[in-house]
């Protein structure tokens, strides 16, 4: 097979496997209802994909992970507030406040 018909059916094959699940809620509607253990996984969907988002942007510096990273040390108070605190705002107030503590200091 040549690279070009690979690069095509890789393309179809992709393009099948985005749109066929998302087209079979449509599709099938209320016909068909995801088992309790399903349901209960896809609740945390929205959560995985936001860390999945989240945690390289905050682990990795220039493409390598720097234990020093000044943005791990505002994640830990990010979460450290959110676990203290109901306020929706505190986590954010939390993260900016030690980020912005770490560009005061010398060096």
């Known amino acids: 097979m040549s690279a070009e018909a690979t690069l095509w059916l890789t393309f179809i094959a992709i393009g099948l496997a985005s749109t066929l699940p998302r087209a079979s809620f449509i599709v099938l509607g209320g016909r068909v209802r995801l088992p309790p253990v399903l349901q ?7 959560a995985a994909a936001l860390a999945a988002i ?7 510096v220039g493409g390598d992970v720097a234990p020093l990273n000044p943005k791990i040390a505002a ?3 990010a979460i450290a507030a959110a676990a203290l605190s109901r306020n929706p705002w505190l986590p954010f107030i939390a993260g900016m ?3 912005a503590g770490y560009r005061l200091l010398p060096g």
């Open 54 to 60: 989240v945690v390289p942007d905050i682990l990795l």
């Open 40 to 46: 209960r996984a896809l609740r945390y969907a929205p």
């Open 97 to 99: 406040a030690v980020l």
């Open 75 to 77: 994640a830990i108070a």
